[in-house]
């Protein structure tokens, strides 16, 4: 790959060229999604299917009957259908992790990646990602935690100023700046991904060291494509609202599907996106250099062997000739 590409438009090239990888997992999302709402659709048919007040959900939503619902005995407890709601956004989480390292590899080839390399860059690293997961997982927490905590106190400390925009203006510039941080961070977590299954490390802490340090090294291009992705990914799903408001009856259950189900596909694109950048800038910037060692071949010069019945011999003349 041309060091001279960007990173976006290559990003945006290896994604075209596996748009497969966007579909799968956007099935994988909808067939877990629709296993996570049958405990809900059985309790809420309990009530629903016997009710005058469905109407007033089927043909629009009307947030009061729905509390109501939620509300009377007969629903039952809502931690039944919370719960699987759940289990089953950790199965995807698991799911990312198992499939994830066979796209990262795909988008690194230059080739249709085979089925079979597919499922083995999957199996061997699987144990890698979960680790790469859980550390992320504690360094986001941590991060997180002391982000919103700071970003509390300043709004505590911008309510008592006179000025009364100022609370707002500390809101929003604490809430970009989290925005970036976060997004530093998933960076550098993306990179950690790809050095593991791009040079096979085993060692998961040398992937995570390296990926910081390039993190900051190519700071700038990292952190403006990741925020174009993103803005592309609000685009997104602010059309998809909109269309949503615009264009779809309240009483049409497919069309509201349609229009969803769409935005929720095209919302995968910009995460993948995300993954082709930092793929590119692996195969850019972090794979290292083979040493071409030149070989030297010894050539030994041998002299040609003579053979003693070669060598001319002076004719012996007699010596009856010589005399006379």
């Not at 066979?102 to 890698?128: K, M």
């Not at 990926?211 to 998809?240: D, K, N, P, Q």
């Amino acid at each position: 790959m041309a060091e001279k590409q960007g990173l976006l438009s290559s990003g945006w090239r290896m994604v075209g060229r596996n748009k497969r990888y966007i579909v799968w997992f956007y099935v994988l999302n909808l067939f877990l999604g629709l296993f996570g709402t049958v405990a809900f659709f059985t309790q809420a048919g309990t009530i629903l299917d016997h009710s005058l007040l469905a109407d007033r959900l089927v043909h629009g939503f009307d947030f009061g009957v729905y509390v109501e619902m939620l509300a009377r005995p007969e629903f039952g407890p809502t931690t039944a259908s919370r719960w699987a709601g759940v289990f089953l956004a950790v199965l995807f989480f698991v799911a990312t992790a198992l499939f994830l390292p066979g796209v990262l590899q795909g988008y690194a080839s230059t080739y249709r990646l085979p089925r079979e390399d597919f499922f083995r860059a999957c199996g061997r690293n699987l144990w890698r990602f979960i680790r790469l997961m859980i550390v992320a997982f504690i360094i986001f927490l941590i991060v997180a935690g002391v982000l919103f905590g700071i970003r509390g106190a300043l709004e505590k400390a911008a309510d008592e100023s006179t000025n009364e925009l100022l609370p707002v203006y500390v809101s929003f510039a604490s809430l970009f700046v989290i925005f970036l941080v976060m997004s530093i961070l998933r960076i550098w977590f993306d990179l950690a991904q790809a050095d593991v299954v791009l040079s096979d490390q085993r060692a998961v802490r040398k992937s995570i060291g390296a990926a910081f340090r390039h993190t900051w090294r190519g700071m700038g291009r990292l952190l403006a494509s990741y925020v174009m992705a993103t803005i592309v990914a609000a685009i997104v799903l602010v059309a998809g609202i909109l269309v949503w408001m615009k264009f779809v009856p309240p009483a049409s259950v497919m069309g509201a599907f349609f229009v969803s189900q769409l935005t929720l596909l095209l919302l995968l694109i910009p995460r993948f996106w995300q993954r082709g950048v930092a793929v590119t800038y692996y195969l850019q910037n972090m794979v290292q250099p083979i040493a071409v060692v030149e070989s030297v071949t010894a050539v030994t010069v041998v002299a040609p062997v003579v053979a003693e019945s070669a060598v001319p011999v002076a004719p012996v003349v007699p010596p009856e000739t010589q005399a006379s």
